[in-house]
C-alpha cells in the first residue's frame, strides 16, 4: 500500500510512496509501518509543514493507513499487530489510528526515539505518534542469522517473520523479512532504494540511507529469488502492483 506520497523538487522525477505492507497471519492481519495517520493531516506538526515545503506532498488523507486499510476491506480494529521498521514521522504517524494494536520495533530504536536529543535527524521522531499505544514489544539482537545478516525472529508469527538489523539511517532501524508462498520478500526500510526506479543520486542514498547500500545491492544481485523493496518506492511500483 502506498501510505504516504512525497514527490522531490529536485528532481522532479524523483516521486515516491511510502511502502507499507499489509500481512496476512496467523494473528491476523499485520501492518508494517504505517506512513502518515490522520492527525498529520488534520493537525500537522511543524516539521510535516517544513516537509510539505521542501518536497511536493499531494496531502490526501485517503493515503493514511487506516483508510488504506478499510479500502482493503478490513475493519481498522483487526489490526492487532504493527511492525515498524523504524519511527520517523513517515514510518509510524499512523499508530494512532490504531490504539489496540501491540507496537512491534528494536529496542535500540525505541530507545532513541525515547531519548532523542535534538540533532536535525532526530527532529523525525514525534511524540505524539506514540501517545495512544497499549503495548510495545521490544527486541534484541539474539545471535539469529537469516540469509547471513543479524536477524531476530518474531515469535508466533506464521508465516515466518524476521527483523533485519540495518542501523545507521536510524539507531535501530531493522529491515523486515517475510515468509512467502514462493519464497521471501525482504523490506529494506530506509536502508535500501528502489532498485529498478531509482532516480536519486548517490550522495543522497549514502547521506540518507546509512552503511548497508552496497551489501543490501549485492544481495539483491545474487539472490533474484528473493524480492527486495524499500520504504520510498517510485510511484511506478505502486501503479504496477494494482
Ligand atoms: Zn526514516
Known amino acids: 500500500m502506498n501510505c504516504f506520497t512525497c514527490n522531490a523538487r529536485i528532481p522532479s522525477r524523483m516521486k515516491t510512496g511510502l511502502l507499507s505492507l499489509l500481512i496476512d497471519t496467523n494473528a491476523g492481519p499485520v501492518l ?4 502518515l495517520g490522520l492527525q498529520d493531516y488534520s493537525n500537522p506538526t511543524w516539521f510535516t509543514q517544513f516537509f510539505r515545503v ?17 479500502s482493503f476491506g478490513y475493519a481498522p480494529e483487526e489490526i492487532q499487530h504493527i511492525i515498524l521498521t523504524h519511527m520517523h514521522f ?3 504517524g499512523g499508530l494512532p489510528d490504531f490504539p489496540q494494536a501491540k507496537v512491534h520495533v528494536h529496542k535500540r530504536e525505541y530507545e532513541s526515539f525515547i531519548n532523542s536529543p535534538r540533532r536535525f535527524k532526530e ?8 501517545h495512544h499505544v497499549r503495548e510495545w514489544n521490544l527486541y534484541e539482537s539474539s545471535g539469529e542469522r537469516w540469509f ?9 508469527f506464521e508465516p515466518q517473520i524476521w527483523f533485519i538489523p540495518l542501523f545507521g539511517h536510524s539507531q535501530g532501524h531493522c529491515g523486515v523479512a517475510i515468509q512467502t508462498q514462493t519464497g521471501w520478500h525482504f523490506h529494506c526500510g530506509d536502508a535500501g532504494v528502489d532498485i529498478e526506479n531509482n532516480v ?5 542514498i549514502g547521506t540518507a540511507l546509512g552503511p548497508h547500500w552496497p551489501r543490501l545491492r549485492e544481495f ?3 539472490h533474484p529469488e528473493i524480492r527486495l523493496t524499500a520504504s520510498h518506492m517510485h510511484l511506478h511500483f505502486f501503479e504496477n502492483a494494482n
Open 32 to 35: 508494517v509501518d504505517t506512513g
Open 54 to 70: 521542501i518536497t511536493v506532498m499531494p496531502f490526501d488523507p485517503n493515503e493514511a493507513a487506516v483508510n488504506m486499510v478499510k
Open 90 to 92: 513517515d514510518h509510524c
Open 123 to 130: 527532529l523525525a521522531y514525534l511524540k505524539r505518534n506514540i
Open 148 to 156: 547471513g545478516f543479524d536477524a531476530i525472529q518474531l515469535p508466533g
Open 200 to 204: 536519486a543520486p548517490g550522495w543522497l
Open 220 to 222: 539483491a544481485q545474487s
